[in-house]
């Protein structure tokens, strides 16, 4: 996969040796997975574990993990006006 780091383009393997392999109909689906997991994950690490410090300075990670992630968004961001 490309990643945009600091305006420079770098290669990233999804896997070891990932570069080399082709994208097959047997494997396809398996590189979905892995993009998408680098897409919404290591690729932006940085920013997330940014965000992370400065929620648990704010929240400690023990009360947080109290919660589920659609128990967390309601009391974050409340119930929505329509």
Do not use: C, W
């Amino acid at each position: 996969a490309e990643s945009d780091e600091l305006g420079q383009m770098k290669v990233v393997d999804l896997k070891p040796n990932g570069r080399t392999l082709p994208v097959t109909n047997e494997n396809k689906y398996e590189y979905i997975q892995l993009m998408s997991e680098h897409k919404m994950t290591n690729s932006v690490r940085q920013q997330i574990d940014a965000f992370l410090k400065g929620l648990h300075e704010i929240v400690p990670p023990e009360l947080l993990s109290l919660f589920d992630d659609k128990e967390l968004e309601l009391l974050i961001s409340g119930l929505p006006d329509i």
